[in-house]
């Protein structure tokens, strides 16, 4: 079964501090790894993409990783600023048929 | 990057009507465009796939004749609530893909939603 699993549910951390995001991803055949942010209210907005050869791919102050042997991938978000604060939704792109299988999504707070 | 854009960003209907709701690619031409539905505080659930010029793909228990899609050319597909009830209640998001894109990512352009309340 395609699945992908994220955590935590949901965090709060403090502005300026530092996170990190996890997702577990079973999907076949794996073509590539997604992390979106999404807003309250709003679609989600493509932050990286990496095929199954990329280790780390960077976007500003997020970073990704993904370990194409274990099918895990993180997202790290440095300094977190205020608006940082949404759901953040790791998506695992399958070869076939060009479908997407999204997690259920982290929601972070930032706070002041 | 891409602009896919979606209208009405809300929409409330009553019991019994139809809502129909577009999604245009606003400076790319896709020949695919994806339609998803999303719950309050879960996450995307796709509900077809929206080929240009033919018919669209619908996800496993998704009634087709309840949810209208219509791709009638490169850069708008629309989807119609057909009798809407309260249950169809939701948060309906589609996404472009661009067929020049880099074939590797199969990129999706999502748009901003449109946020239905059926009373």
């Known amino acids: 079964k395609n699945q992908v699993e994220q955590s935590p549910q949901s965090l709060i951390i403090l502005e300026g501090k530092n996170c990190t995001l996890q997702c577990n991803y079973t999907v076949s055949p794996f073509s590539n790894l997604r992390w979106y942010k999404q807003d309250t209210g709003r679609g989600p907005v493509s932050l990286t993409i990496m095929t199954f050869s990329e280790n780390t791919k960077s976007n500003g102050r997020y970073t990704a990783t993904l370990d194409a042997d274990t099918k895990q991938s993180s997202l790290h978000i440095t300094a977190s600023q205020l608006s940082d604060s949404a759901s953040y939704i790791c998506v695992a792109g399958r070869a076939a048929g060009n479908k997407l299988t999204f997690g259920g999504g982290t929601r972070v707070l930032v706070k002041p | 990057g891409a602009v896919v854009s979606q209208h009405p960003s809300r929409v409330i209907c009553k019991s019994g009507t139809s809502v129909k709701i577009e999604c245009r690619s606003l400076d790319f031409q896709a020949t695919t465009m994806f339609w998803y539905r999303q719950f309050p505080k879960k996450s995307l659930m796709l509900m077809a796939t929206?080929?240009?010029?033919?018919?669209?793909?619908?996800e496993q228990g998704v009634e087709k004749d309840k949810f209208l899609i219509n791709h009638a050319s490169l850069t708008l597909s629309t989807l119609t609530v057909t009798s809407a009830h309260p249950e169809d209640s939701s948060f309906y998001i589609c996404?472009?893909?661009?067929?020049?894109?880099?074939?590797?990512?199969?990129?999706?352009?999502f748009g901003p939603g449109t946020r239905l309340t059926v009373l």
């Open positions: 929206s080929n240009e010029g033919s018919k669209a793909t619908y």
């Open positions: 996404s472009a893909r661009e067929p020049s894109g880099k074939v590797t990512y199969n990129e999706q352009f």
